[in-house]
């Protein structure tokens, strides 16, 4: 046989193959030959049931190898498509899993086995446990990141509160000292008096501030004009005011100057004495 009329032979008898029902076709099983579907695939089967409408048994178990589900198709005849998927590899009738309408089993019909059959190797492994394990990154901690991010928000305002009911009080501002009395500016002047010559200014301030000391140790003080002329008229304190009047008002007063200081000392030695 030339080579031409072999591969001619070969394409007529690959076009003259019956092809295989394909996954969901109608089927009519025989009562010995198992109808082959692959496992996780709905597959259906048409059947007559004159006797009346047939339905799928209630499941009783959840972990059933096979599911069944039957669609009315109408006729005289009661025509039904059952539609079944394998859960489990195995071979199964399908006859018991029916019953009519009114809980008895079906009438009249051959059994209906059929076959699961699994597409997978022997031990089939799969890759969710090759897995790497997952890192310490972004992905997937988001919940994480979310949980830190609000324990941040809220512990910014509970440092805050704390600090500040932590937080000591300043300080008392130390008191101003109290400005300096009279007799502390006439020793002051004195002491600038006996160092130089007082200006006018000076001059004029050092009587008052003597006057308003004076006024002050001596009891019952009035206003200074009354206070003045009554430290006239005291013995002790008349020598000290005159010699200071001397001193200040007087043309040649300088001359008497010494005198008028040494009477003011002894008179600021004797308000000072406890």
Same mark, same amino acid.
């Given at each position: 046989?030339?080579?031409?009329?072999?591969?001619?032979?070969?394409?007529?008898?690959?076009?003259?193959?019956?092809? @295989?029902?394909?996954?969901?076709?109608?089927?009519?099983?025989?009562?010995?030959?198992?109808? +082959?579907?692959?496992?996780?695939?709905?597959?259906?089967?048409?059947?007559?049931?004159?006797?009346?409408?047939?339905?799928? #048994?209630?499941?009783?178990?959840?972990?059933?190898?096979?599911?069944?589900?039957?669609?009315?198709?109408?006729?005289?005849?009661?025509?039904?498509?059952?539609?079944?998927?394998?859960? !489990?590899?195995?071979? *199964?009738?399908?006859?018991?899993?029916?019953?009519?309408?009114?809980?008895?089993?079906?009438?009249?019909?051959?059994?209906?086995?059929?076959?699961?059959?699994?597409?997978?190797?022997?031990?089939?492994?799969?890759?969710?446990?090759?897995?790497?394990?997952?890192t310490l990154g972004f992905e997937g901690r988001y919940r994480a990141a979310?949980? !830190?991010?609000?324990?941040?928000?809220?512990?910014?305002?509970?440092?805050?509160?704390?600090? +500040?009911?932590?937080?000591?009080?300043?300080?008392?501002?130390?008191?101003?000292?109290?400005?300096?009395?009279?007799?502390?500016?006439?020793?002051?002047?004195?002491?600038?008096? #006996?160092?130089? @010559?007082?200006?006018?200014?000076?001059?004029?301030? *050092?009587?008052?501030?003597?006057?308003?000391?004076?006024?002050?140790?001596?009891?019952?003080?009035?206003?200074?004009?009354?206070?003045?002329?009554?430290?006239?008229?005291?013995?002790?304190?008349?020598?000290?005011?005159?010699?200071?009047?001397?001193?200040?008002?007087?043309?040649?007063?300088?001359? +008497?100057?010494?005198?008028?200081?040494?009477?003011?000392?002894?008179?600021?030695?004797?308000?000072?004495?406890?």
């Amino acid at each position: 046989m030339t080579p031409r009329v072999l591969a001619a032979t070969l394409l007529l008898a690959i076009a003259c193959a019956p092809s @295989p029902p394909a996954t969901g076709a109608q089927t009519t099983p025989s009562a010995t030959q198992a109808t +082959r579907v692959p496992r996780g695939t709905i597959a259906t089967i048409e059947v007559e049931h004159p006797a009346g409408p047939l339905r799928a #048994k209630a499941l009783r178990d959840g972990n059933a190898p096979i599911l069944v589900r039957v669609a009315p198709l109408g006729g005289p005849r009661h025509r039904h498509r059952v539609e079944y998927l394998g859960v !489990v590899e195995g071979e *199964f009738d399908l006859l018991p899993l029916l019953e009519q309408a009114d809980g008895r089993p079906p009438e009249g019909l051959p059994p209906m086995p059929v076959e699961i059959y699994t597409q997978l190797p022997p031990n089939p492994t799969t890759d969710l446990y090759g897995l790497p394990e997952p890192t310490l990154g972004f992905e997937g901690r988001y919940r994480a990141a979310l949980w !830190v991010l609000g324990l941040v928000w809220l512990a910014v305002p509970v440092v805050a509160i704390s600090r +500040r009911l932590l937080r000591r009080p300043p300080p008392a501002p130390a008191p101003e000292p109290p400005p300096p009395s009279p007799l502390e500016r006439v020793r002051t002047l004195l002491e600038e008096a #006996k160092a130089r @010559p007082l200006d006018v200014a000076e001059r004029g301030r *050092f009587e008052l501030l003597l006057l308003q000391a004076l006024r002050d140790a001596a009891p019952g003080a009035g206003d200074l004009a009354e206070a003045t002329a009554r430290l006239r008229r005291e013995p002790a304190s008349a020598s000290v005011v005159r010699a200071v009047e001397r001193w200040l008002h007087v043309a040649d007063g300088e001359r +008497r100057r010494d005198e008028a200081l040494d009477r003011v000392t002894g008179a600021v030695r004797t308000e000072t004495r406890p």
